[in-house]
Nanobody, 122 residues
């Protein structure tokens, strides 16, 4: 499985960004797909995830501002982010897992993209 993220960039406080992740492979619909982020000096943390059955899961503190979605026809995972603050700055990663019990535990995902940088500043 190959994951390729895009859509990161620099944005002002209060702005929005939409990240994309193209997932290769004919069986991509069978994977758990998730978005993670990592700020400098901090551990990678889960943001949102989509299970193969279509159920969606969010880290509680982010669900009011972030929306995850998936376009099966395009094999693409999205993360719409709004009302961004400097604390949202970091590298954002797309991940795929064969079986995931804890949606927000990075170690449970088998495949990772290279990441896309998001920087929020005034």
């Amino acid at each position: 499985v190959l994951l390729v993220e895009s859509g990161g960039g620099s944005v002002q406080i209060g702005g929005s960004l939409r990240l994309s992740c193209v997932v290769s492979g004919n069986t991509s619909n069978r994977y758990f797909l998730g978005w993670f982020r990592q700020a400098p000096g901090r551990e990678r943390e889960g943001v949102a995830a989509v299970a193969p059955d279509g159920s969606i899961h969010y880290e509680d503190s982010l669900k009011a501002r972030f929306t995850i979605s998936k376009d099966n026809a395009k094999n693409t995972l999205y993360l719409q982010m709004s009302s961004l603050t400097p604390s949202d700055t970091g590298m954002y990663y797309c991940a795929a897992g064969v079986y995931v019990a804890d949606f927000f535990r990075a170690s449970e995902y088998n495949f990772w993209g290279q990441g896309t940088q998001v920087t929020v500043s005034s």
